[in-house]
């Protein structure tokens, strides 16, 4: 008897079959029902804040706001967020030319007018002005010193003129910090890359992923680089597999994140099987391109047995990473020789290093296969990676190389996944 599985890919489905009894599990985040209405747990938010006053009673007539919004990768629903960000500023007198939104890119590429148009609203960009961050212009940054770990604080510059500034992102795990939201809106969001490729190889070289540990060193980096920059309010969300707000938050950069982290857990934690020899997931919603889609990698490798199979369903229609195009020279060598290349600088973009020398330890315990049609079998060789043009035909190779009765379990939306793996006692 088979079993029919549909995996998201991009905005379509990819649908194959499975033997029943090859199936140990089908793992996804948790969909809430009847959830209320996304502007009603904003407004609920702004009206709660964690840690501090209310927004209106932060700011006065003369107050210069800075907005960090995350990106197009993300799901976050900026348009209905900023405009209710917008009404309580309003409401403490704070004039819209005084107000500016900076897009917290990360090392990600500008985004176009349209998406821009698409993740805020037409009416927001009419009322106040929006400007990409740009990681690699000097211009742009401004070097605040150092953390007291001797992490570089280059940090865009706009927040030097600010009185309030307030990122916005939602609170998802995450293979570097433990989960994403919080201070990870200012680092890496509005950083510059030697800022970035310090925090992202504390990480990679400390564990093989931080995924879903609230407290680590890098979290701590990330909050002390906040400070530094006085940033100081956050508005998180934490959303289902659809998109749809299961709750907000807003406040104190690290009350109202913590208060986040424990509804996140609960949405994207979900109990998992022991390990199994093949682990298959969809990268959905991380899929625009490899830089994105490598969020898959880590909850597979908490899954898989040593020496197993990972395949990743994903669609990359803009390829690896547009602005890591050099990844493909390095990112298929072992970890020591990365590293080493790292320490040297012959590897002068040490933030893609970083992904490099994560995605190589990944390597190192499990074969991982991409279907994906933005990346080539030529791509995915110079990652280090397999390629397969369908589901089936990676499935056919994994069970040829492991036996025929290796269990397979799934993941629908892997990018967003925290595996709660049960250990027999």
């Known amino acids: 008897m088979s079993c029919r599985i549909s995996l998201p890919y991009g905005t379509d489905q990819l649908t194959f079959r499975i033997q029943r009894e090859k199936i140990a599990a089908v793992l996804s985040p948790i969909a809430m029902e009847e959830i209320p209405p996304a502007a009603e747990k904003i407004q609920e938010a702004l009206a709660n804040p964690i840690g501090c006053q209310a927004l209106s009673k932060i700011v006065s007539p003369t107050t210069k706001v800075v907005i960090l919004c995350d990106d197009n990768t993300r799901l976050t629903p900026a348009n209905l967020i900023v405009p209710a960000i917008l009404r309580e500023l309003a409401g403490g007198g704070v004039r819209k ?135 100081k309010y956050v508005f998180n969300t934490v959303l289902d597999p659809q998109g749809q707000v299961v709750k907000a938050f807003f406040g104190d950069i690290r009350q109202a994140f913590r208060a986040g982290v424990e509804t996140s857990r609960r949405v994207y934690g979900i109990p998992a099987p022991w390990r199994t020899p093949i682990v298959l997931a969809s990268s959905y919603p991380c899929d625009l391109e490899f830089w994105q889609a490598h969020k898959t990698l880590y909850p597979c490798d908490m899954l898989v047995e040593e020496g197993g199979s990972i395949i990743i369903v994903t669609p990359c229609p803009e390829g690896v990473a547009v602005t890591h195009p050099e990844m493909l020279e390095f990112a298929g060598q072992s970890p020591e020789d990365i590293d080493a290349q790292i320490e040297e600088g012959i590897i002068k973009d040490k933030v893609a ?54 269990g397979v379990t799934v993941l629908t939306h892997g990018a967003d996944t925290l595996p709660l793996v049960q250990v027999d006692d």
């Open 353 to 406: 290093g970083a992904l490099a020398l994560a995605w190589a330890k990944v390597r190192q315990h499990a074969e991982v296969c991409l279907v994906s049609h933005g990346i080539s079998s030529e791509m995915a060789a110079k990652l280090g990676f397999k390629h397969a043009a369908t589901v089936e035909e990676a499935l056919d190779r994994a069970w040829a190389r492991l036996g025929k009765g290796a």
């Open 97 to 231: 030319e005084n107000i500016k939104i900076l897009m917290a890119l990360g090392t990600h590429r500008p985004m176009t007018p349209e998406e821009l148009k698409h993740k805020l609203g037409a009416g927001v960009l009419t009322e106040v002005e929006v400007i990409n961050h740009d990681f690699r212009n000097p211009a742009a940054l401004y070097d605040f010193g150092l953390t007291e770990n001797c992490t570089p604080v280059k940090v865009n510059r706009l927040v030097l003129a600010a009185d309030v500034v307030i990122g916005i992102g939602s609170i998802v795990p995450h293979h570097i910090p433990g989960y994403s939201g919080g201070a990870k809106i200012v680092q890496p969001g509005i950083c510059g890359e030697d800022t970035t490729a310090a925090t992202h190889l504390l990480s990679v070289r400390t564990r093989r992923n931080m995924l879903g540990i609230v407290e680590n060193r890098v979290r701590e980096e990330m909050e002390a680089i906040a400070d530094k920059a006085g940033v």
